[in-house]
């Protein structure tokens, strides 16, 4: 166990819904990072939060948005869903982006 | 921008051979370097680590030395093992934005 929690690990959903996918960081952790891994894309940097602010975007769609609430877990909220979609999520915490990420085991989204 | 490269893989080996896995970097400034492994199903766990130059990262067996003069962090290994196979990443930090990762390297050892 990690210490990053990310729920749910599988979720299939149909073309054009949303869904929710959550992260309790690490305790003590400040910053939360999502991240999309597929197959032909690798690891995509999607957005970061740091005590409930947004800190960085990186690849992130407009039909994708996120937060981070006072108890420091985060969510990704994914909308509009396309088949291309279907990746899988990682969430990653940190206290301080030199010291490394620890990962959660991530959500695998399956869009159909 | 900030990019890594990673050798393509799978890289095959037979058990308890040699293991690099080259990893080239351009960024401004001076990074963190990170190599993460990922198993199978799994998510990515932080092996090992350099903050500057000349630093050598170690855990597990592996090792990556942070070679400025030619932006590398080579992973290396004497002598892998079955339970080494895995996706191994390249990472940096410049403390400006998230990690970036390069595209991942599949390591099969075989016994």
Redesign the interface.
């Given at each position: 166990d990690s210490g990053v929690t990310q729920t749910p690990k599988h979720l299939i959903t149909a073309t054009g819904q949303r869904v929710t996918l959550r992260c309790s960081p690490r305790s003590g952790d400040l910053s939360v990072y999502w991240y999309q891994q597929s197959l032909d894309q690798g690891l995509q940097f999607l957005i970061q939060y740091y005590n409930g602010e947004e800190r960085a975007k990186g690849n992130i769609l407009e039909r994708f948005s996120a937060q981070q609430f006072p108890d420091l877990h985060s969510e990704l909220n994914l909308s509009s869903l396309e088949l291309g979609d279907s990746a899988l999520y990682f969430c990653a915490s940190s206290v301080a982006s030199n010291y490394g990420y620890t990962f959660g085991s991530g959500t695998r989204l399956t869009v159909v | 921008g900030d990019s890594v490269t990673q050798m393509e893989g799978p890289v095959t080996l037979s058990e308890e051979a040699f293991l690099t896995i080259n990893c080239t970097y351009t960024a401004t400034g001076y990074p963190?370097l990170?190599w993460?492994v990922q198993y199978p199903g799994?998510?990515?766990?932080?092996l090992l680590?350099a903050?500057k130059a000349d630093d050598k990262g170690s855990n597990k067996g592996f090792e990556a030395t942070y070679r400025k003069e030619t932006t590398s962090f080579h992973l290396e290994k004497g002598s892998v093992q079955v339970s080494d196979s895995a996706v191994y990443?390249c990472a940096l930090?410049t403390?400006r934005?998230?990690?970036?990762?390069?595209?991942?390297t599949r390591l099969q050892v075989q016994p």
């Open positions: - | 963190s990170f993460y799994e998510g990515l766990q932080l680590k903050t990443f930090d403390g934005r998230a990690l970036t990762f390069g595209s991942g």
